[in-house]
């Protein structure tokens, strides 16, 4: 079984359109992200949830609006998208065991838009 | 905040060379440090984890090392195969919610 899936693996779609992202961990984790991968390789996170609830929120357009249904499901919502939005969006999940955080990682969403 | 920092961005090597990656970062204050793989394409695959507290952690030709007062770790690949090419990134957990990756280092290593 997949620990970190993520739906679709591949997103190509038009300018302005609204498209979602779904992510599901099966590792028991209580703490769930979404990154986003540019083009250079960089990973820059976006937000972070504990427990079903935003912990973490970098500098992103309000356009991106996360939503957890629950501590396995972690879905990214873009509205209106843009051409800058095209990037690899990675979700991933985590679980503090002592002195230790582990990050476990999906395959990624490669989003085109054109 | 915290910035994390690898070199060489790119590295190529001949089949069976050891070689070092190196990793980094400006604030000693982390929970742990995280090496993963990326295949061109792919996902994030985790290779090794050293706690703050730990000096090194090993798994076959793998081996890390962390000098947490010095900002720094290493991966050390011993006798590489082409099967090892890929970008490598270290990433830092801080606060155990976060965590805050490396610009990644392209390794090809060529037959």
Known sequence: D????????????????DKSIKCEQN???????????DSKKFLKIMFSYNNKELIINETVPNRF???????????????SLELGDSAVYFCASSQRKGEYTEAFFGQGTRLTVV | KQEVTQIPAALSVPEGENLVLNCS??????YNLQWFRQDPGKGLTSLLLIQSSQREQTSGRLNASLDKSSGRSTL??????PGDSATYLCAVSQTGNQFYFGTGTSLTVIP
């Open chain 2, 76 to 81: 050390y690949i011993a006798a590489s195969q």
């Open chain 1, 2 to 17: 997949t620990a970190v899936s993520q739906t679709p693996k591949y997103l190509v779609t038009q300018m302005g359109n």
């Open chain 2, 25 to 30: 970062f400006t604030d000693s204050a982390i």
């Open chain 1, 27 to 37: 590792l028991g984790h209580d703490t769930m992200y979404w990154y986003k991968q």
């Open chain 1, 65 to 79: 609006s996360p939503k957890s249904p629950d501590k396995a499901h972690l879905n990214l919502h873009i509205n």
